[in-house]
């Protein structure tokens, strides 16, 4: 075939991207055992550490994993958080690139392969978009996750811990049923990275802390300070010596973004304050006196 | 100025590359009910479906989308790999290019054309999700390699095409491995498979029907019930008639569409096989003479 007519085959150039960038990210998979029967994937993602979903260890010892190279090696439990359905474990000697991570966010309708490889037989795939981009979650575990995806690519047996590449092969999010029961949803990247951070650190994921109290208002119009946020979190409580008063937080405040997400309800902040944040800053956006204000706290941690 | 904007090129590539290969897929039919989907393998009349999709026996109608239909026979089959090829009497058919399955990716992009639920040409879309080897239900220790594909599949799909980019055929769709997963068998294995295959068989010119029989029947639990002749075949000159029960072959039971030419296969040349046969309830002693068929033509 000549050049030219490949060059205008943009169908089959699709194709071949679609299957390169399966195969870019396979590389970076292993299968997870750590349960009877189905086992799962796990993504690596950092120096001999493999990030998965958390309920599909049913135990924490005699784990082991399958590399795509054929090696079967054992795994120790580094950390596990079920609120976000994360966990990480341990490989000596896995010596395999970390996958590629996602620079930016989900976008709904952006193309999403799911991949994972439930077995020995090799990696499988799923082709979909992005369906929507949501949170935070609340699960049965009470706060969970300030976001999540949600996508039509078909999640396989096994595919829970295995990630959902965009068009490039970078990882965009994880795959896992283990939020809401029967579900499939993704944890985004940087949430999942950030969580498996701590828990490679800590071994748990610290819950965090501000010291508020507050209560939502309706933001009526000409009362918004510019901004679109049209309710917010009144502070009817700043605890001396908390982060919150240390950032600069006053009573009488209003906040109506965390690190730019909404909010407009007391529920929407756990989640937010769980995933990894004790210890970073997070940018507040305050409605005081009529004006928009951007102040920083460090997330504290509760204990 | 639209014409250059990508997805539409991608759109209008899918469209061109079905109306393209969309006539090399035919439906298969008994008699009146719908069946599956078949793919026009040679223009002179062959044609590759499932062999579930003709298991059943009794004649095999196939239905071209330029409207016209044939009568089929079953030349091959073969229920491990699920396959089956078909001939009719043409020379002129659109073949479908068939491509080189062993070079699948994960991840490509591939497209399915069948009849889901009766209807029409009727095309899905996906990618190629997973390939290996699946352990065969009810086979010994068989393992057939398969084609997996996020591609919407329903009843009336088996035996029809699985696409790639460029158009050509990489797999036939199959459903009888279970679950919701579309899986296709590779088209080289079905290219290797009729490369294969006798060019001639053993023909005995009745077309059969499985039939459970009512209990104290003999002590037979099944048998073959003759729902066609061929007239001056070696059924017929056999003395064989329509609504005939055919119970065995020399004692091999016929309780299964294949065992018929299952116990005559080879026989050609061997002399007549006895034929055990109920007719109105009365047991009859048959003798049969296979003849041979020359399948080139």
């Known amino acids: 075939m000549d050049t030219q007519t490949e060059k205008n085959d943009v169908l089959r150039q699709v194709s071949h991207g679609l299957a390169d960038a399966v195969a870019k990210v396979s590389a970076g998979l292993v299968t997870v055992a750590g349960r009877p029967r189905q086992a799962a994937t796990g993504i690596v993602y950092a120096q001999d550490l493999i990030l998965t979903a958390d309920h599909v260890l049913e135990r924490e010892e005699d784990l082991s994993i399958q590399t795509p190279d054929g090696r079967t090696l054992p795994a120790t439990f580094v950390g596990r958080d079920p609120a976000s359905d994360l966990a990480v474990l341990r490989v000596e000697g896995l010596n395999l690139a970390p996958v590629a991570k996602a620079e930016d966010g989900a976008r709904v309708g952006q193309l999403i392969l799911a991949v994972g490889r439930p077995s020995a037989e090799g990696p499988m795939a799923s082709l979909g978009i992005v369906s929507a981009v949501g949170g935070p979650l609340r699960t049965e575990w009470g706060a969970a996750l300030e976001q999540y995806i949600r996508t039509d690519a078909t999640p396989y047996p096994g595919f829970s811990g295995g990630p959902l590449v965009d068009a490039t092969g970078a990882v965009v999010g994880l795959t896992t049923t283990g939020l809401i029961n029967g579900v499939t949803l993704g944890v985004p990247a940087a949430i999942a990275w950030r969580i498996a951070d701590s828990l490679t650190q800590h071994g748990t994921i610290k819950r965090g802390y501000l010291g508020i109290s507050s209560q939502p208002v309706q933001l009526p119009e000409g009362q918004r300070g510019g901004g679109k946020a049209e309710a917010g979190l009144l502070l009817v409580r700043v605890e001396p010596n908390s982060p919150a008063a240390q950032g600069g937080l006053l009573l009488g405040d209003v906040v109506v973004a965390f690190d730019g997400q909404p909010i407009s309800d007391t529920d929407d902040l756990q989640p937010l304050l769980s995933g990894g944040r004790v210890g970073q800053p997070v940018k507040l956006s305050v409605l005081r006196a009529g004006a928009l204000h951007e102040i920083t706290v460090t997330v504290g941690q509760r204990d | 100025?639209?014409?250059?904007?990508?997805?539409?090129?991608?759109?209008?590539?899918?469209?061109?590359?079905?109306?393209?290969?969309?006539?090399?897929?035919?439906?298969?039919?008994?008699?009146?009910?719908?069946?599956?989907?078949?793919?026009?393998?040679?223009?002179?009349?062959?044609?590759?479906?499932?062999?579930?999709?003709?298991?059943?026996?009794?004649?095999?109608?196939?239905?071209?989308?330029?409207?016209?239909?044939?009568?089929?026979?079953?030349?091959?089959?073969?229920?491990?790999?699920?396959?089956?090829?078909?001939?009719?009497?043409?020379?002129?058919?659109?073949?479908?290019?068939?491509?080189?399955?062993?070079?699948?990716?994960?991840?490509?992009?591939?497209?399915?054309?069948?009849?889901?639920?009766?209807?029409?040409?009727?095309?899905?879309?996906?990618?190629?999700?997973?390939?290996?080897?699946?352990?065969?239900?009810?086979?010994?220790?068989?393992?057939?390699?398969?084609?997996?594909?996020?591609?919407?599949?329903?009843?009336?799909?088996?035996?029809?095409?699985?696409?790639?980019?460029?158009?050509?055929?990489?797999?036939?769709?199959?459903?009888?491995?279970?679950?919701?997963?579309?899986?296709?068998?590779?088209?080289?294995?079905?290219?290797?498979?009729?490369?294969?295959?006798?060019?001639?068989?053993?023909?005995?010119?009745?077309?059969?029907?499985?039939?459970?029989?009512?209990?104290?029947?003999?002590?037979?639990?099944?048998?073959?019930?003759?729902?066609?002749?061929?007239?001056?075949?070696?059924?017929?000159?056999?003395?064989?008639?329509?609504?005939?029960?055919?119970?065995?072959?020399?004692?091999?039971?016929?309780?299964?569409?294949?065992?018929?030419?299952?116990?005559?296969?080879?026989?050609?040349?061997?002399?007549?096989v006895h034929l055990h046969v109920l007719r109105r309830g009365a047991l009859l002693s048959l003798d049969l003479t296979p003849a041979v068929q020359d399948l080139a033509s």
């Open chain 2, 1 to 272: 100025m639209l014409t250059d904007f990508l997805p539409n090129v991608i759109s209008h590539s899918i469209a061109d590359m079905v109306e393209r290969v969309g006539p090399s897929v035919v439906q298969v039919r008994r008699r009146g009910e719908g069946g599956g989907a078949g793919v026009i393998w040679t223009t002179d009349g062959r044609i590759i479906t499932n062999h579930h999709v003709v298991s059943h026996g009794g004649p095999v109608e196939v239905l071209l989308t330029d409207g016209r239909t044939f009568e089929a026979q079953v030349t091959h089959r073969n229920p491990t790999l699920d396959l089956a090829t078909l001939k009719v009497d043409a020379t002129d058919l659109p073949a479908a290019p068939v491509g080189d399955s062993t070079h699948l990716r994960i991840g490509e992009l591939v497209f399915a054309i069948g009849h889901p639920w009766g209807q029409r040409g009727v095309v899905t879309a996906g990618i190629v999700s997973g390939l290996g080897e699946v352990r065969v239900p009810g086979g010994d220790d068989h393992h057939a390699q398969y084609v997996r594909a996020d591609v919407r599949l329903a009843p009336g799909n088996s035996g029809g095409p699985l696409l790639d980019a460029t158009g050509n055929v990489v797999g036939i769709n199959a459903m009888i491995f279970g679950g919701d997963m579309a899986v296709a068998i590779p088209s080289h294995v079905a290219t290797a498979w009729v490369a294969g295959q006798p060019s001639r068989r053993t023909f005995l010119g009745v077309a059969i029907q499985p039939l459970q029989l009512p209990k104290g029947r003999r002590g037979r639990a099944a048998g073959l019930r003759v729902v066609e002749i061929k007239p001056g075949g070696p059924a017929d000159q056999a003395g064989l008639q329509r609504d005939d029960v055919l119970l065995d072959i020399d004692g091999q039971v016929l309780d299964h569409p294949d065992a018929l030419l299952d116990a005559v296969d080879g026989r050609e040349g061997d002399g007549p």
